[in-house]
Structures are given as structure tokens and as C-alpha cells.
């Protein structure tokens, strides 16, 4: 059997990629949204656009590719920041319901690691939302209580007081 070398290239990133390691929405690659997810990912995204419709949420300008990741990340870079600076020592996810965006932050080391496109790891907490969501948390035009009594957000999985505290008090 003969292989090509962009087919062995292939072959070897698949081989070297972990399997906790996800595509999102920005890689392209989903041709139907309502296959991927996670339990509780569609009732986020039926709230998030019944609270833009009735304007309690502000539309984002659609952004494909790596701008769109980029501005996600950007975001999610903020929210490391803040919990870094809470003082976090636990583990979770986030999953942006919209752009099908899984990020592990692990607070367990020296400050707080964030990695884009990982999965939840056996006793993470799980944090589902929207980007117009997260937006609008990070801009304070909402808080975490206002969101979670919209049902734009959900928090599943063993929480942690400091999770708690850094997404009920101090973060947003």
C-alpha cells in the first residue's frame, strides 16, 4: 500500500492529536450544530436567542474562522485572568454552546492554565453559555445571577467554593 505524503502527514496528526483535543465551530468542520454538544448546550442556545429577540442580549457580529476564535479566546483570556487573580485551585470547562468551543481552565498549578479545545476531565465542573453571553458578563451589562435566572447559563458537575465564588461574586 502506497501512501501520498500529505496522507502520511494526515495520518501522523491524527496519531499525534489527544483524544480529549475537540474541533469547534471556527475549525469548519461540523456540518450539522445540532449533532454536536453537550446535555443542556440546546436550551442555552433556544434562551440566548429568545433574550436577543426580546433584547435582553445584544447580537455579536457574526465572525468565522480564526477571527472568531480569536475573539473568543480573547474573552476566555479574560475570564483566566480574573480567576487567576480570585484565586483559583480547581478544574473546569467551559463550552460556548454557539461556536461548539470546549476551554479547560486547571487552576492546580502555579496560576491558571487555559487550553482551548479540551474537553472535561473526569470531576470537572462544566460551565455552558453563549459568546453573547459571555460578552455581555465581561462588559457587566449583566450579571452571573441575572444570566443564570434567564437560563443563559448553566453550571453542572462537582462545583468548587472557588468556582463559585470567582462566577457568583467577585468575576462578574
Known amino acids: 500500500m502506497t501512501f501520498t505524503k500529505h496522507t502520511l502527514a ?3 496528526c491524527a496519531t499525534l492529536i489527544s483524544g480529549q483535543t475537540m ?39 457574526p465572525l468565522a474562522g480564526t477571527a472568531g476564535l480569536a475573539r473568543a479566546s480573547g474573552w476566555l483570556n479574560q475570564v483566566r485572568t480574573q480567576l487567576e487573580s480570585s484565586g483559583m485551585k480547581t478544574k473546569f470547562a467551559v463550552y460556548l454552546v454557539d461556536s461548539r468551543l470546549w476551554t479547560r481552565f486547571d487552576g492546580s498549578g502555579a496560576g491558571v492554565l487555559m487550553q482551548s479545545h479540551q474537553t472535561p476531565q473526569p470531576g470537572d465542573s ?4 453563549s459568546e453573547a453571553t459571555l460578552s455581555a458578563l465581561l462588559s457587566q451589562q449583566m450579571t452571573f445571577a441575572q444570566a443564570r435566572d ?23
Open 10 to 12: 494526515a495520518l501522523l
Open 150 to 172: 434567564a437560563k443563559l447559563v448553566s453550571f453542572t458537575g462537582k462545583s468548587s467554593e472557588t468556582v463559585d465564588l470567582a462566577f457568583n461574586g467577585s468575576l462578574f
Open 23 to 61: 474541533a469547534c465551530g471556527y475549525d469548519m468542520l461540523f456540518d450539522n450544530p445540532f449533532t454536536e454538544g453537550y446535555p443542556g448546550a440546546f436550551d442555552i442556545a433556544l434562551s440566548t436567542r429568545q433574550a436577543i429577540v426580546e433584547g435582553q442580549l445584544q447580537a455579536l457580529q
Open 126 to 129: 462544566v460551565l455552558l453559555l
